[in-house]
C-alpha cells in the first residue's frame, strides 16, 4: 500500500503535467486533480506544497535541469520527465523534510509509474548528480 506522501506526490505530479501541458493555472489544476480523488487534508496541504514550491522555485529548478542534463535541452525532456525532476529537485533544494535518497527514490517510483521505459533511469542519473551537489555543499 503507497503511504500518503507518496500519494500526494502522485497528484502533484498530476497537477504540474496539467500546468505545463495546457497552462491551467495552479489552483484550478490543483481543483481539478483533487475532484477525482479521495484524500485527506494531510494530502491535500502536502500537494499544495510540493506544487507551489515547484511553481516558486520552477527558474532554479529548471536551471538545474539544464546544468545536469546538458545533452538534454529542457523543452525536448517529456513533460512528465521534467515534472518528476523538478518535483524532486524542490524536496532535495528547498523542502528538506526527507533524505535525499528517500527523494530519488519516489522520483524513480513516479517515472516508473508515469513515464517512458528509460524514464527511471533517466530521473536516477540526473537526481544523482543534483545530490552530489548537495553533499558537496554540505562537507
Known sequence: ??????????I????LYEIDAVEHSPESAIDHILSTNE?????IDFVRVLVNGVIKYREEL?????????AWPLNQ???IDRNI????????LHDNKIPVKVAINEAVELAKTF???????FINGVL????????????
Open 1 to 10: 500500500m503507497k503511504g500518503a506522501r507518496h500519494k500526494a506526490r502522485e
Open 12 to 15: 502533484a505530479l498530476q497537477v
Open 39 to 43: 484524500v485527506t487534508s494531510d494530502i
Open 62 to 70: 529548471d536551471q538545474n535541469i539544464r546544468d545536469f542534463a546538458p
Open 77 to 79: 525532456i517529456s513533460i
Open 85 to 92: 525532476l523538478r518535483l524532486a529537485i524542490f524536496e532535495i
Open 115 to 121: 513515464g517512458s521505459n528509460n524514464s527511471s533511469r
Open 128 to 139: 544523482g548528480s543534483v545530490s552530489n551537489l548537495v553533499s558537496n555543499k554540505k562537507s
